[in-house]
């Protein structure tokens, strides 16, 4: 018989031993540097948890981290391109060495809005390019997060997607991203199932239209986008919400 991958826990013996006080907590955002990431990064760093910023150009992350160390904030600005493996394996190894743990990830990085493209007719290469930093970007990251979460049996992560990616979502644009999206929105799914009862919580997030520099301009204000993201970075143990696609707390179609 194989061994359970798990203790056996009441839920209050799992709350009571495996939640980290919030100054205790590592948090890891993907794309950071700019834009609802960024907004994630200091909502996050104002709780008082330490926020590691990914981004692809260092020095535009560093610049960013030094703007919320500024307020206060306990923010590292990290080397992350999270299409490229080697990032992801350094940075799992850097945070391994620095600090033994990993409690929260938020799957940010995105890209490939392709809005004036249509289904017959994109580009494969960018539907190619759209599922490797939008799926595959969270994959190697939440591969890279699950056993660092696992030592302490406890973790969030938070795979940031669009309403645009449900299944029934109507529409003939941006079909690369909606793919993505929507795929990203089956591996939520699957991951949650698969670490259920392990103290882990795996969730989905539509940050709703907001005024980024993909969304352009009109949309809602990035706080409360991500405001909704923090949530589902932050759910207590109580209740165990995970597998689910929220949208400013509330439960969304997929």
């Known amino acids: 018989m194989n061994p359970l ?44 948890m330490t926020v590691l910023l990914g981004a692809r150009n260092l020095a535009a992350g560093e610049k960013a981290a030094k703007q919320l160390r500024r307020a206060g904030s306990d923010v590292v600005a990290v080397q992350l391109d999270v299409t490229a493996q080697a990032d992801v394996d350094a940075l799992a190894a850097r945070i391994e060495q620095d600090y033994g743990r990993l409690d929260i990830l938020v799957n940010n990085a995105g890209a490939f809005f392709d809005i004036g493209d249509r289904a017959s007719s994109v580009d494969v290469s960018h539907v190619q390019s759209a599922l490797d930093t939008n799926l595959l970007g969270a994959w190697r990251l939440s591969e890279a997060a699950v056993p660092l979460m696992k030592r302490h049996a406890y973790g969030r992560i938070v ?58 301009p009109g949309g809602r204000p990035v706080a409360d986008g991500a405001a909704g993201i923090v949530w589902a970075a932050c759910l207590p143990p109580q209740g165990s919400i995970t597998g689910g696609f929220f949208r400013d707390r509330a439960p969304i179609a997929w």
Do not use: H
């Not at 495996?18 to 990064?41: C, D, K, M, W």
């Open 5 to 48: 991958p798990f203790p056996r826990r009441s839920p209050r013996e799992r709350s009571l031993a495996t939640e980290p006080p919030l100054t205790q907590r590592i948090a890891l955002v993907s794309g950071a540097n700019r834009g609802l990431g960024l907004e994630v990064a200091r909502q996050l760093g104002t709780s008082g």
């Open 159 to 216: 795979n940031v997607s669009s309403g645009c990616g449900a299944i029934d979502s109507e529409g003939e644009d941006c079909p690369a991203y909606r793919v993505s999206k929507a795929a990203l929105n089956s591996y939520t799914r699957m991951l949650a199932s698969e670490l259920r009862g392990s103290g882990i919580l795996v969730n989905a997030v539509c940050p709703g239209w907001v005024a980024t520099d993909m969304g352009g």
